[in-house]
């Protein structure tokens, strides 16, 4: 499973979009990237995953560069809510030896 | 529909015991992942399960096992507990195919 690499932190005003990066280089043709959240305490939530094209859903939009190297988080209009730490994975959805390689994330603030 | 179950939610043991978790996922979900939570390391992939056979495993050592039943639920177990198995213990399941893991709020275990 391809590497990926995110900011540790950011910060996002209220209401405002708040934009997370993910650096993905490795990824092979048949890695999709995910992306998932924690708010302290519980267990990661899915978000939104993609291939090759750019996706959207009731939660966020992701963006995926053209060589497929790195890929955006959007989150259109950030709630207090919306603070957590943001994980951005790359793997395969199946087959053995996938080894699901999850970093540290980016702890998103937002702040009022 | 439940979600994915975890228990106990909180263990505290001693180092040299040993300790069995146990994961029961959505209804209809085969594959079981197991993942360990701690402060400096992040998220790490311990195995997944499926159909009653290990399918992929992380880079742990040979204390940490698991096995998953007829019913789809996991368990895992770890032997001989040192101070750094103290952590946050995750489970997740997915319908076979399925992108989307779905975590339980997973077993803080302390180790003494």
């Known amino acids: 499973d391809a590497k990926t690499t995110q900011p540790p932190s950011m910060d996002c005003a209220e209401g405002r979009a708040a934009n997370l990066p993910c650096n993905h280089s490795?990824?092979?043709?048949?890695?999709?990237v995910y992306w998932y959240r924690q708010i302290h305490s519980q267990g990661p939530q899915y978000i939104i995953h993609?291939?090759?094209?750019?996706e959207t859903n009731e939660m966020a939009s992701l963006i995926i560069t053209e060589d497929r190297k790195s890929s955006t988080l959007i989150l259109p209009h950030a709630t207090l809510r919306d603070t957590a730490v943001y994980y951005c994975?790359?793997?395969?959805?199946?087959?053995?030896?996938?080894?699901?390689?999850w970093g540290l994330g980016t702890s998103l603030a937002v702040n009022p | 529909k439940a979600g994915v179950t975890q228990t106990p939610r909180y263990l505290i043991k001693t180092r040299g015991q040993q300790v069995t978790l146990s994961c029961s996922p959505i209804?209809?979900?085969?594959?079981v992942s197991w993942y360990q939570q701690t402060p400096g390391q992040g998220l790490q992939f311990l195995f997944e399960?499926?159909?009653?056979?290990?399918?992929n495993k992380g880079n742990f050592p040979g204390r940490f096992s698991g096995r998953q039943f007829s019913n789809s639920r996991s368990e895992m177990n770890v032997s001989t507990l040192e101070l750094g198995d103290s952590a946050l213990y995750l489970c997740?399941?997915?319908?076979?195919?399925?992108?989307?893991?779905?975590f339980g709020p997973g077993t803080r275990l302390t180790v003494l």
């Open positions: 994975i790359a793997h395969r959805n199946a087959g053995n030896n996938r080894k699901l390689i």
């Open positions: 997740a399941s997915r319908r076979e195919q399925g992108h989307e893991q779905f």
């Open positions: 490795t990824i092979s043709g048949n890695e999709y």
């Open positions: 399960y499926f159909s009653e056979t290990q399918r």
């Open positions: 993609g291939l090759k094209n750019n």
């Open positions: 209804s209809g979900h085969r594959s």
